[in-house]
């Protein structure tokens, strides 16, 4: 496994954050109170590690919050711009106390449900209020609250009520708006695979079940049987595409961003709050309400394993429960590759390129419109614009094959539009190149339809690669 291993990545990082940490806090919230500086010294001599990492890519922020997981090191993506987003690894109560300070409308974060991490039953709600002027929304709730809790009882044995359902509302004028988190004591399902399987299963049910006749509804499903047939067909709202459930089935993707307590979306003022109707009852071992609560509505935190019980749904006939280990998750770090030569179809370039950024190893390389190739790596952050290596954001080396150059640029916003010197490439690759251009460039074939790109050393160009790269492509 090439894992990067704990000294470079978190533990060094862990113990250069002190001044760090500091600044960072001071550039995220400008507004920050003495009160809350002194709340964070205070933290740093009693409570949890005040790691806090910024990160351009989703994939390096997961992969320290995985390294880090042992401390519960949490990845929130925090939007503060249009069109720009950090990707930020902290524990969540640090994470907490920073977004707490900050202005309101600044409140834009997300949290990223990592793929193949345990997580809570979790919904997000809504509809138009101009297409269903008569839709009761907080009565749809508790319906579907009671629905799915009476499927929790039948499937695993566990029974779940009202109370353990915390409800967010960001409802505005215009629409109606909450999220659910199902937060059975000692109990996650395994993944939000298994979740959405679940969610979706049901959904499907309901449907179904509107479609017939009392009597058969109760040989099909005699959960929902023991509901109203009106109670159930309220669930269903009027969109531009017809009738459709209330509840967004699309939520259970992978790395899914989830937006936290608090949090609006960027210049939409509708900051998620407690439902006026959530019957949710908050454990009495917080001291700090707000902290409890927000804590309480992440999907994937996971502050202790102890007693801990994953639940699988594959379908109807197939649910599991499973007492947490370590090996029942053995296949949830997909992100971290396996150690092998990772090489483009320039081998003599990747070499180049390794000679470079010895003793980096390269992490990634991609082709991009058969002219570019961009290497990123492990081990490797130096910047040719500060001097010397970034702390958490890594670079990257963009290589021309037209002008036969490479250079060096940056993920860190600072050094945005930065461009090192270029390199030529050594003239035995170039002249490599001039005899076998032709057939090279022809026998790469286009990123989109290309097997060769599929593999795990060899990525297709991804959508937000560019944007990430900031390459003017020649
Ligand atoms: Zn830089």
């Known amino acids: 496994m090439s894992k990067i291993s704990k000294n470079t990545f978190y533990g060094k990082t862990l113990i250069e954050s002190h001044a760090q940490h500091q600044s960072r806090v001071r550039e995220l919230?400008?507004?920050?109170h003495d009160s809350e500086e002194a709340k964070i010294k205070r933290r740093r001599l009693l409570g949890p590690s005040?790691?806090?990492?910024?990160?351009?890519r989703q994939q390096e922020a997961l992969l320290v919050a995985d390294q880090g997981s042992s401390n519960s090191m949490h990845t929130f993506v925090l939007q503060y711009d249009e069109g720009y987003r950090k990707f930020i690894v902290a524990h969540p109560e640090i994470y907490w106390l920073v977004d707490e300070s900050r202005p309101k409308d600044q409140r834009c974060s997300y949290e990223v449900i990592p793929d193949g991490s345990p997580c809570h039953l979790y919904f997000d709600l809504e509809f138009g209020k101009d297409l269903n002027p008569s839709s009761d929304g907080s009565k749809m709730t508790k319906t579907l609250i009671d629905v799915f809790c009476a499927h929790f009882l039948e499937h695993w044995g566990f029974p779940c009520r009202r109370s353990e359902v915390l409800s967010l509302d960001s409802t505005t004028d215009v629409k109606f708006s909450r999220h659910l988190v199902f937060r059975v004591k000692n109990v996650m399902f395994k993944n939000n695979k298994h979740a959405g399987r679940f969610v979706k299963t049901i959904c499907s049910n309901i449907r179904q079940s509107l479609l017939l006749d009392n009597a058969t509804r109760s040989a099909v499903d005699n959960i929902l049987s023991r509901f109203h047939k009106e109670d159930l067909a309220e669930l269903f709202i009027n969109t531009t595409k017809g009738k459709e459930l209330f509840v967004d089935e699309g939520v259970y993707t992978r790395n899914r961003h989830f937006r936290i307590y608090k949090s609006t979306k960027l210049g939409k003022n509708s900051h998620?709050?407690?439902?006026?109707?959530?019957e949710y009852i908050l454990s009495t071992t917080y001291t700090n309400k707000e902290l409890g609560l927000f804590l309480d509505s992440l999907i994937s935190y996971v502050p202790s394993t102890k007693n801990l019980i994953l639940l699988e749904y594959q379908d109807k006939n197939s649910v599991d429960a499973i007492k947490y280990s370590k090996e029942c998750l053995s296949q949830r770090r997909v992100y971290v590759r396996a150690e092998k030569k990772i090489e483009s179809p320039y081998p003599d370039i990747d070499k180049f390129i390794l000679?470079?950024?010895k003793p980096g190893k390269i992490r990634e390389v991609k082709l991009l419109n058969n002219s570019v190739l961009l290497y990123a790596f492990i081990d490797h952050r130096y910047c040719a614009n500060i001097g010397r290596p970034h702390k958490s954001n890594?670079?990257?080396?963009?290589?021309?094959?037209?002008?036969?150059?490479?250079?060096?640029?940056?993920?860190?916003?600072?050094c945005a539009g930065f461009k090192s010197a270029p390199r030529e490439l050594p003239e035995k690759i170039c002249f490599e190149m001039d005899k076998e251009t032709d057939i090279l460039l022809s026998s790469v074939p286009d990123p989109q339809d290309c097997s060769l790109c599929q593999t795990d050393n060899f990525v297709a160009l991804e959508d937000d690669d560019l944007e990430l790269a900031n390459i003017d492509l020649p």
């Open 50 to 56: 005040e790691f806090w990492g910024e990160f351009w």
């Open 355 to 357: 000679d470079i950024v």
């Open 29 to 32: 919230s400008s507004s920050i």
């Open 272 to 278: 998620l709050t407690v439902s006026d109707d959530s």
């Open 394 to 414: 890594g670079v990257y080396w963009v290589v021309d094959l037209n002008n036969k150059v490479a250079f060096q640029k940056c993920y860190d916003h600072d």
